[in-house]
């Protein structure tokens, strides 16, 4: 292996180990996360998305205010704003709400599941692999790219919450740290679960997504890309098949990492155990992960890649898929469970 591949298998499949040992040990996912909270009214795991949302706020901003005077961080001005494909952005998010729900776990969990021997998470995987792959380059392609269709720029720029707006990203930062920290902090103390605490588990989550984007500047001649669960899925899928893409990227190496890194945290905990899916809900499985690999392509990305790597950007097209994921993932649990 020359000196160019060596950092990029390295930073891939370290970043992808920290996110799946982190992410295990904190039952980190967004299904849960909603699921309890509508459910239950535990915002625990709630908290702890929120918490890693801000941290990755911050972090990125942080990381690109310096990318403009250090040499060594100049990668960070490539950091790419996603662009405002709104119509893409809601329905593809609200279809993959509704897929999270129907599967039981969100893109991220799914991923690090299988490391802890849930053999139903592969099969959401199949689905969603053969859900993206039709959405990216197969017979679904002309609906992605005719939802893709409707965009929204901001003098010529993709938009975010501060040009939409007319101020600069320093105003609109502290504002959303000040008010989710009070939303944080002001809750019903979190229930014993046997995981990290949601602070523990939101801080270590946030730090990684920032860590991505640095990682992810070692795939040398593709823009860094961060810590991603959706396209590259599919990638995995067509890579063996049809050559496409045309190498393995530092995001498909991510995902070889992150069950690596489960299993580790897992098997310590005592908590690995192979999980069979009982009777025919590994067909209700394979179809959610088709649904969630459709919209997840639609929406430009999944509940990590939107909700998390890209929103921390603060870009209205991701954040507005995060929020049609929410919303999908609701009317889905009332659909399911809260309708009398």
């Known amino acids: 292996m020359d000196a160019v591949d060596l950092p990029l298998v390295a930073t891939a499949l370290a970043a992808g180990l920290l996110f799946g040992y982190c992410a295990q040990r904190g039952g980190f996912c967004l299904t849960r996360a909603l699921s309890n909270l509508v459910i239950m009214g535990d915002a625990s795991i709630a908290r702890a998305y929120v918490l890693a949302l801000l941290v990755a706020v911050v972090g990125v901003h942080l990381l690109m205010l310096a990318g403009t005077y250090l040499p060594g961080l100049a990668f960070a001005e490539e950091i790419p704003i996603r662009p405002f494909r709104w119509v893409g952005n809601l329905v593809g998010g609200f279809v993959f709400g509704i897929g999270m729900i129907l599967s039981g776990g969100c893109a991220g969990s799914t991923w690090y599941r299988t490391g802890e021997g849930a053999l139903g998470a592969w099969i959401v995987l199949l ?6 792959t039709a959405t990216n380059v197969g017979v679904l392609a002309p609906l992605r790219q005719t939802l893709h269709q409707y ?8 938009a975010t919450l501060y040009n939409v707006i007319g101020v600069r990203p320093w105003v609109v930062v502290p504002i959303l740290a000040v008010a989710g920290g009070f ?3 002001r809750g019903e ?21 920032v860590l991505g984007w640095y990682l992810s500047s ?12 959706a396209e590259n899925t599919g990638h995995l899928l067509t890579y063996p098949l049809v050559w496409f893409p045309n190498r393995v990227t530092w995001s498909m190496l991510l995902l070889v990492g992150v069950p690596i890194g489960a ?12 999980k069979a899916p009982p009777g025919f809900t590994g067909v209700q499985l394979f179809l959610a992960g088709l649904v969630m690999g459709v919209g997840a392509l639609i929406a430009q ?5 939107q909700g998390l790597t890209n929103s921390a950007t603060l870009a209205l097209g991701s954040l507005t898929a995060f929020a049609a994921m929410l919303a999908g993932g609701w009317v889905a649990l009332w659909v399911m469970f809260l309708r009398k």
């Not at 965009?151 to 993709?158: D, K, L, R, S, W």
């Not at 103390?189 to 997504?209: D, F, L, N, Q």
């Not at 070692?218 to 669960?229: E, K, L, Q």
């Open 127 to 132: 689905g969603f692999a053969l859900g993206a």
């Open 151 to 158: 965009e929204v720029a901001i003098g010529g720029q993709p």
């Open 183 to 185: 939303w944080l902090f």
């Open 189 to 209: 103390a979190e229930p014993e679960h046997g995981k990290w605490r949601w602070p523990v588990t939101g801080s270590a989550m946030g730090v990684i997504i």
């Open 218 to 229: 070692f795939d040398v001649g593709r823009a860094p890309a961060g810590i991603t669960f």
């Open 263 to 274: 299993v580790l945290a897992a098997w310590r905990h005592g908590e690995f155990r192979w």
């Open 301 to 305: 990305g999944c509940n990590i890649t």
